[in-house]
């Protein structure tokens, strides 16, 4: 517990003598707990306050700001729409990175981004399988040489989504969306491709029917080496 | 590049799988088929 924080909401009755302690307790304005936890057992007891609509509360553990509503404690200030689930860093010399527990009920739409770190191989990218799913990936990618001349690539019904992002002997690059990995529907994607000779656009879907909580990004050649994955959530409301 | 330059290249121990925070060697089964994978690798586009 930090130096502001309290564990009790104290109510005062008329003649009462009030301490420096009693005063110390307000000296913070909101009060500080340290979780949830101290928070609530903080009011409704004996020379304590009734917990009522409008009372803040800030907690250490999470660095939230709350009020009470009159039926539970909300967040102050507008809501994110963009929540960051999970962080993974990548490790030293890895073909594959799997990333479990990153898609749940919560959020229907997910991003991942990846960023930092090097390839072993130079102008290649990423491809990316959910779960343990082998089959069922669809995706087509339109691009350019850094001209204006327009091609084309894809697959159907192939082992794994691929042609996005870029690895780079200097660098791993990937900003991806996901739609429904989690409900047992079709997954959706959109991404775009970036490696150093041709970039484009690429989209695709899985076209298998299933709830996925995990996914896996593979270097299409050699390997990849630091860097992070962050995965996001939309927030559904 | 050829089956022996992805070996030459891309030694068994020093290739790796990683789940989460766990970084292990490959199976012989995942290092076949990652040395088949830079084999076949041709990037679309050259």
């Known amino acids: 517990m930090g130096a502001n924080a309290v564990t009790t909401v ?7 003598v009030l301490t420096a302690a009693d005063l110390n307790i307000t000296n913070s304005g909101i009060p500080v707990f340290a979780s949830s936890v101290e928070r609530d057992a903080a ?7 009734t917990l009522a609509e409008g009372q803040y509360a800030y907690l250490e553990d999470t660095n939230a700001t709350q009020f009470y509503d009159g039926a539970t404690w909300q967040p102050v200030g507008v809501a994110p729409g963009l929540v960051l689930v999970k962080t993974q860093t990548i490790g030293s010399a890895v073909a594959t990175v799997t990333v479990s527990d990153a898609f749940s009920a919560t959020y229907d739409a997910y991003k991942i981004i990846v960023s930092g770190g090097v390839g ?3 102008n290649n990218d990423f491809q990316m399988t959910l779960g343990a799913s082998a089959t069922g990936y669809y995706w087509s990618l339109i691009y350019t040489s850094y001209n204006s001349t327009v091609a084309g690539g894809g697959s159907s019904n192939s082992t794994n989504w691929a042609g996005f992002g870029s690895i780079d002997t200097s660098s791993l690059s990937l900003n ?12 959706t994607f959109t991404s775009s491709q970036n490696r150093s000779t041709i ?3 690429v989209a695709g879907n899985h076209q298998v ?3 996925y909580t995990a996914f896996t990004l593979t270097a299409a050649s050699g390997t990849m080496t630091g860097g992070t994955v962050r995965v996001y959530g939309y927030a559904n409301s | 590049m050829t089956y022996e330059e992805a070996i030459a290249m891309y030694p068994h121990d020093e290739v790796h799988v990683q789940v989460d ?3 292990r060697p490959m199976t012989p089964a995942e290092y076949e088929a990652f040395i088949q994978q830079q084999v076949n ?3 679309i586009g050259g």
């Not at chain 1, 009011?43 to 306050?49: A, I």
Request: glycine share 12%; net charge negative; aromatic share 10%.
């Open chain 2, 21 to 23: 925070d766990v970084v």
């Open chain 1, 10 to 16: 104290p109510v005062y009755v008329a003649g009462e």
């Open chain 2, 41 to 43: 690798y041709v990037p």
């Open chain 1, 199 to 201: 970039a484009g656009t």
């Open chain 1, 120 to 122: 072993s191989a130079s």
């Open chain 1, 43 to 49: 009011f409704g007891g004996t020379g304590e306050k």
């Open chain 1, 209 to 211: 029917s299933t709830s």
């Open chain 1, 176 to 187: 991806i969306d996901l739609i429904n990995p989690f409900a047992a529907k079709t997954t």
